[in-house]
């Protein structure tokens, strides 16, 4: 059964720091592309940074020099390191993975697995 479970959200200052983690079961994790998507009250879930299985990654220009996405694949682990977080990164973050692990695309609907989430709130 796959698994996608997030962790590390909460609520910090405008300029705080989280690391948000997504620890993966079930399938080859490895070989997959992950990525990080966030979605605000009222707003589409857009895709905020990913990687994929040789390791290369892309970032939303609003995250830009920002966020750092990484992994772990020994741990079958996901990061995102958030720093210099502003009122308008406040969203619930998902982790999410995609088989063909050679190109991580920007749309939602081509992830097959997603997780539950983890709420980031930044107060300005």
């Known amino acids: 059964q796959v698994q996608l479970v997030e962790s590390g959200g909460g609520s910090v200052q405008t300029g705080g720091s989280l690391r948000l983690s997504c620890v993966a079961s079930?399938?080859?994790?490895?070989?997959?592309?992950m990525a990080w998507f966030r979605q605000a009250p009222g707003k589409e879930r857009g895709r905020v940074a990913s990687?994929?299985?040789?390791?290369?990654?892309g970032y939303a220009d609003s995250v830009k020099g920002r966020f750092t996405i990484s992994k772990d694949n020994a741990m079958n682990s996901l990061y995102l390191q958030m720093d210099n977080l502003k009122p308008e990164d406040t969203a619930m973050y998902y982790c999410?993975?995609?088989?063909?692990?050679?190109?991580?695309?920007?749309?939602?609907?081509?992830?097959?697995?997603w997780g539950q989430g983890t709420q980031v709130t930044v107060a300005s």
């Open positions: 990687i994929d299985s040789v390791g290369r990654r």
């Open positions: 079930g399938f080859t994790y490895s070989t997959y592309c």
């Open positions: 999410a993975a995609l088989r063909n692990g050679w190109y991580c695309p920007l749309g939602r609907n081509d992830y097959n697995y």
